[in-house]
């Protein structure tokens, strides 16, 4: 079959700077031309937003777009939607499609709530009555019921994403495109979106799901795509996706936080570089790890001069901030004395029981003589982890639960473990 | 890069189908528009009638009392329902360009969010200034009956009248050709809106809104003749007053240059759509 969504080789160009002259300019110009005098105005420099883009969805499919600013996902969305037309290549949908592409669009200031529906129904070619079908779900899942009444220019910008949301939901599209717009609504609200989109999917929509919520795109999404600077860097699992991005953005933006590593090579000794593996020796590097494994942290620094008792602290953050641990082998008696060279030290963890998520490294090395920095890396070596459905949370510990055992006496029918029921949360 | 890009969706069919497709959404921005024109206004619709009575007082003062040009013109009506029967179509006709002009860029975060065929926006605009002409078609009724009762003018009623939609499908036409033509040069060059003013202002004026043109072939007649909207206007006094069907060729020349219009307004509307919102 056809997948629903098909993206071939396709490229979008604009042009850069002001794209339109006045008629004043249009007719000087003409006249200039007619007159044959004058060179023609230069002819404005090209851009791509997006050059030679293939990727396909299937029915049913959920398709994470990620990437920097400026990498062309909303142009692909909105190419997708039919609101810009290709330079390059080919798109091909299959069935109706709805696309929530910035919050209160479609939507008119002066109307109310629930005409704003009917119109937001229209937009996407649903009829009245059919409308008036899932109005029940639409309001009740907006909970926005007190405020139908109301013009929404008096809504807040997360009341109008909640309308907007839901009433997307709830057309049952076959194709549904939604960029960068639940991140205005609240935590309970997105979490909704998030349980409303699977729900979608497993119903047989396709998903197209620009965000920059990597850890939301990891849970909604089957596949994704990185999009950089109009070309398709990686096209593949979510959680891979997000290292491949996370590790081209940190190379490109050097890392989140400030950092003082000296750059004119005047501290005794820098980092190079701090890279995973599974284990000691030459394993190969790894972007991603599953929790209930063993990885070996190399850090490689480069020594100026020799140094004795150096400490090596790495940290570990979770991309939205929360430190998680940090560890520094001065505690565990650990003093470096190393001569002029690069060296790679490895620091062995039996496993990482974290959350799926994306985790932020960072080294500082210290002189332990002196209690000085002498280096300090910015938090800019990710890493994924997957915890195989261990549960929700910040954690990822191994856990069973045993049979039930009667306490006041009565019997207690020894009940099979429902093997199959463990780890389907989430 | 040589190859065109392209679209394929699997929705097909030419661009009335998809029209026919979206009248759902037609009609929400047509009453969109009502209501948005009507909100937080204390007499609300009534401003559809009030605005073509006033402009009918205003101009039978000036024709009647303060220079007494009517006179001599002998029409076969009180000038009153003279002026009404041409203010009517006139401010439909009018309203809905100046409504349509900007009509895209107004709705810019529609067009540069959503897809949906963007002739929807011109045909709105028309499409709710003809509510307005319908409510104040309606006073014309009693306006007749008012002169008919209180005066010595009589008002014979014929099958004529049948023919009354005939001629307003044309004007529709017309309309909904150059409310296309005007949304997209705008988009394109803000300057339209601004200029429009004064072209519908001059263009009033050279049609036989509130007073008769003769065709006395001077230069000034010819272009009013050649102006589509003199047969229409003229075609509404003869079918409701004379209870004569147009038959002249000005009118059906007039009703062909409708429909050129509109399909050519349509036909280059759809060709440039695309690039909408990249221009906007």
Known sequence: MDPAVRFEGVSKR??????????????????????????????????????????????????????????????????????????????????????????????????????????????VGMSRREIREKLADIVAFSGLEKFLDTPVKRYSTGMQARLGFSTAAFVNPDILLVDEVL???????????????????????????????????????????????GTCSYLGKPAEAVAHYLRATMHAEGGVGYADQPADGSAAAEVLDLTYAAADGDAAELDCTRADEPVVVHVTVRVHQRVTRLA?????????????????????????????GVHRIPLRLPALPLASGSYFAQVRLWDAEHCRLVCETPYRYPLQVEDGGQGTGMLALPHHWGNAIAVDGGASAPVDRPTQLVGSAD | MSILGSIEQTRGGGALAELIRYRQLLGCLVWRDIRVRYKQSLLGMAWAVLLPMAMMFIFTFVFTRAVNVVGGLDLPMPYPIF???????????????????????????????????????????????????LIAAVVLVGLIAYYHVATDWTFRASAALLFLPVILLFQVLLTCGLAMLLA?????????????????????????????????????????????????????????????????????LACGVAVAVCLFGWWSFRRAAHTFAEYI
């Open chain 1, 14 to 123: 604009f042009r850069r700077g002001e794209l339109h002259d006045s008629l004043r300019a249009l007719i000087a110009g003409g006249l200039r031309r007619l007159a044959g005098g004058g060179a023609r105005r230069p002819r404005r420099e090209a851009f791509w937003a997006l050059s030679d883009v293939s990727f396909s969805a299937a029915r049913g499919e959920a398709l994470g777009i990620i990437g920097p600013n400026g990498a062309g996902k909303s142009t692909a969305l909105k190419l997708l939607a039919g609101i810009l037309r290709p330079d390059g290549g080919t798109i091909a949908i299959q069935g109706r499609l709805a696309a929530l592409i910035e919050v209160g669009a479609g939507m008119h200031g002066d109307l109310t709530g629930l005409e704003n529906i009917y119109l937001s129904g229209a937009v």
């Open chain 1, 183 to 229: 991140s205005v609504g609240d935590a309970v609200f997105r979490h909704r979106c998030e349980q409303r989109m699977s729900e979608l999917v497993r119903g047989g929509t396709t998903l197209i799901f620009v965000t920059h919520n990597l850890e939301q795109m990891r849970k909604v999404c089957d596949r994704a795509l990185v999009l950089d600077k």
């Open chain 1, 312 to 340: 090596v602290q790495v940290a570990l953050r979770h991309m939205g901030g929360e430190l998680f641990i940090s560890m520094n082998s001065q505690q565990r008696d650990v003093l470096y004395d190393l001569a002029p």
């Open chain 2, 83 to 133: 002026a009404y029967i041409g203010l009517v179509p006139w401010a439909f006709f009018a309203s809905s360009l100046n409504q349509a002009v900007g009509s895209i860029v107004k709705n810019q975060n529609l067009v540069t969010k959503v897809y949906f065929p963007r002739e929807v926006f011109p045909l709105a605009s028309v499409g709710s200034a003809l509510a307005d002409f």
């Open chain 2, 184 to 252: 997209m040069a705008n988009l394109f060059y803000r300057d339209v809106r601004q200029m429009l003013g004064a072209l519908v202002q001059l263009w009033m004026f050279l049609t036989c809104v509130v007073y008769p043109i003769r065709n006395d072939g001077t230069w000034i007649g010819t272009l009013a003749m050649c102006n589509p909207m003199t047969p229409i206007i003229q075609a509404y006094r003869d079918c409701i007053i004379a209870g004569t069907v147009p038959q002249s060729v000005a009118f059906w």
